[in-house]
């Protein structure tokens, strides 16, 4: 299997080649491996890849042949071998990054930083973070790179160990852990355990933690290698000079300085990466802490639409939603000095046990904030309609569309958030 692997590299190296699982997002020289069985087997699209000119294909159909055609009867198996040789042959650092929210944002201003201090880093593609989406990222690396940076996200106990087992990264970063998305892990102390799962690494050589909870959970679980912070704590003082903003803040006593391209929602990012930088290289010095490259697409973006002649601001969210980001958001939404103010909010998933109690604080939340006007949608926030007439409640996005006409022409400034499940892009992408 190793001519295989070794092929595979050749081809890599001579076509910059990318894996890919998906055909649609395949290129001419790319490397095709069709997962998933059944009716979903990606190996069943083997013509559309070579059509698209992929130069080599992994697939599980046997009845094949093509001189670009390599077949092996367990592609999972494949992927699982593939992955431990490359990262065996890799021989920078490997950077993993967790944490209920603030992932991908972390992730991506890490690599810029890095990457404008003329480090050569590879990371993880968008918010890829289950096994699949890290075994995709580690086939896609490039291994001459001083550094590779992956995001890792779990739903269920067990997974952060497959990831770790899988990875086993040098440096570790958990960004925070809130109470959200515990659906599966039951409570709140079985979270933090499987997070904390991240430190199990073979190879750690740090571990900075950002924890707002005081929990017996991390007695045991702290030692010289992992740093634990509260990022909470740390007065911030936001001053702008020119075209950069000069961040004021104090960790164990100590005051630090550092400077961003953006204040609001982003300090603590800053803040975080400062920190945790400062752990991987204490002898260099970075002049900025966050970079707008960062910001990946629909993560925060104001897009500008017309709307029947008229112009609207939107606020989008809507990749994906949690109870500490979705207050966090609406609040910055409520202190912008905009006028005519349309918050459309989806229900919350993975909160388990906890979903009745945390719907129903957002929903006394906006009863506060009092926007000029509010719609719910989703089965979550459904179920309080009653409650709460004031606001328009629907039980899934396609009933919204169906009526939004009347709100976006009475609106100027639009916040839409919630999680992935409902597909709050389609009210977007239904502006015309």
Known sequence: MQKIFDKILFL??????????DTRLLNQNDIFIGIGDGSKNGSLYYKEALKKGSRLLIINNKTINHEYIIHTKNIQSFIK???????????????AITGSVGKTTIKENIYHILSQNNFSVSRSY???????????SIMNINLQNKYSIFELGINH?????????????HYCLVTCIENSHIGNFKNFNNLIKNKLDIFNSKNLIKGVLNFRHENMVLSNRINSKIS??????IDKIVNKSKNFFKIDYFLNGNKNSIKSDLDGVYIDTAILSSIFLKKIRPLIKFNNYFLRESILESRGNLIIKHYKSKKLKIYDHSYNASPYSLKKQLMIFKQRKLIHKLCIVGSMKE??????NQHQKILRLLFNLNFFKTVLIGEEFYKHKRSFRMFKFYKTTQDYIKYMRKDFLKSKNIFVMGSRYYKLEGIINNVK
């Open 12 to 21: 890599k190296d001579k076509y910059q080649s990318n894996i890919v699982f």
């Open 351 to 356: 909160l388990g046990q906890d979903s009745i």
């Open 157 to 169: 106990p067990g997974e952060m160990k497959d990831l770790i087992k899988t990875l086993n990264p």
């Open 81 to 95: 071998k593939f992955c431990k040789y490359l990262l065996s042959k890799y021989k920078g650092k490997v950077i």
């Open 228 to 233: 634990s912070i509260n990022v909470d704590k």
């Open 126 to 136: 968008k918010n890829y973070n289950n096994l699949l989406g890290l075994q995709f």
